[in-house]
């Protein structure tokens, strides 16, 4: 049977993230790390059916883990992306009230801009609140009472990332075993044995970055189950009416409340030049129903039609959809990213809840899971790894 230091369970954007980080860091010797996929490539779930936005964490919590991983990861998302020729677009966001939310009594909608402005006051997020004429100016043809203006967020192409992510792990030595889903997980002698569709291995560390699967193969792991995930699926419609298209080149979002399921139907522009309208919330019984009951277009242009009038619903073509992983805290509301060290030694990290903004913070979520006390202490990380890791290798990667 083949040993492995560490073992990853996912190659979505977060575990290729981790994959990435540990192979590069300096540790008293290199890391033998594998990461298993139940697909053929990486990136075949949630991590390729978003949005791609680099999220600042104006709509999380403050203090939070989400907020913090957010704005760590997207910026060093955005230098990532720039220093590997991974398609960017500096579009900038736009969170704004329409005159129609005006005529119709402005109160939720005016506190909800309120609490996110608020939110990025504590969190020292750059905005700035805008008139109409001040959005004019960000996005002439987008109908609006005023907002808030991100200008630092960005959107990546999440394929790209996620592939250039991995390629990276690859080169720092670590191997990926696609099509080979994780079935069976023992403790034995202060080390995991892994049993997949086709193999058996033995691992000294064990992280579990499964994504919507996650509640499951922490239940393998742990023998009992700790953690549920809810899929609550978001669903996308491209406008493609080539008059149309180009009318809104921003990211343009409703103001909906921090703690909302999602953060609302929004223009979704890519680098390539292609405006989504999405994502919806749909909660689904199963985490790969994609497709069932797809929500009617009428649902994306009356959310969007009071920022955009012209948009009609035979500009719109059915695009994807993507499915959260969902997790809920303790007061019944959105909980938070939940990255937790369930046995010291042997080390076992779960990640649970990875939904938005998972992919604005794989980043730093890496970064995060290779500081844990249980991961340093097992594999030792000098001193002067640590530093070289965040200050130069940075640069050098
Ligand atoms: C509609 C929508 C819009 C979103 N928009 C944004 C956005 O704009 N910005 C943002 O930051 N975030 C966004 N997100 C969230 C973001 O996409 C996720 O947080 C992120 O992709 C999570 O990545 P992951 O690697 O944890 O999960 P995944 O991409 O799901 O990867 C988990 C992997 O684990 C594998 N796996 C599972 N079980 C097993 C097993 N037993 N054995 C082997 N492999 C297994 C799966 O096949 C999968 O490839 C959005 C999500 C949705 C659904």
Known sequence: MQSYDVCIIGAGVVGC????????????????????????????????????????????RA????????REGSSLAVAYAVRHGIPLLRSGMVIAISGD??????????????????????????????????????????????????????????YAFV????ADAESG???FVFNNRVVNIEADAGSYIITTERQRLRTAGLINAAGLHADEVAALALSTKKYSVSPLRGE????????????????????????????????????????????NTVPVDSKTDYTSRKTPPGVFVQALQKFLPALEERDLRWAYSGIRPQVKGSNGHKGD?????????????????IE???????????????????????????????????AVLERRR
């Open 173 to 175: 030595g670590v191997q």
């Open 63 to 70: 203090g939070s883990l989400k907020g913090r991983l957010a």
């Open 236 to 279: 996308y419609y491209e406008l493609v009416t080539e008059s149309k298209k180009h009318l809104i080149r921003r990211l343009v979002y409703p103001a909906l409340p921090p703690q909302s399921a999602g953060k609302g139907i929004h223009f979704s522009p890519r680098p390539n030049g292609q405006l989504f309208l999405g994502p």
């Open 163 to 166: 592939q250039s992510l991995r």
């Open 17 to 60: 993230a981790i994959a990435r980080e540990l192979a590069h860091r300096r540790w008293d010797r290199p890391l033998r790390i594998i990461v298993l996929e139940t697909h053929e490539r990486a990136g075949e779930e949630t991590s390729t059916r978003n949005s791609g936005v680099l999220h600042s964490g104006i709509h999380e």
């Open 337 to 353: 990213f939940i990255i937790a060290s369930d046995s010291e030694d042997p080390p076992l990290i779960n990640l649970v809840g």
């Open 101 to 158: 939310d005006v005529r119709q009594g402005l109160w939720r909608e005016a506190a909800s801009l309120w609490r996110l402005w608020h939110n990025a006051w504590k969190a020292k997020i750059r905005v700035s609140v805008v008139s109409p004429s001040g959005l004019r100016i960000w996005e002439p043809n987008l109908r609006a009472f005023c907002g808030i203006v991100i200008p630092n967020v960005a959107v990546i192409d999440s």
């Open 356 to 390: 938005s903004p998972g992919l604005s913070a794989a980043l730093g979520i890496a970064r995060h899971v290779a500081d844990t006390t249980c991961i340093q202490r097992r594999f030792h990380a000098s001193n002067s790894g640590t530093l070289l890791t965040h």
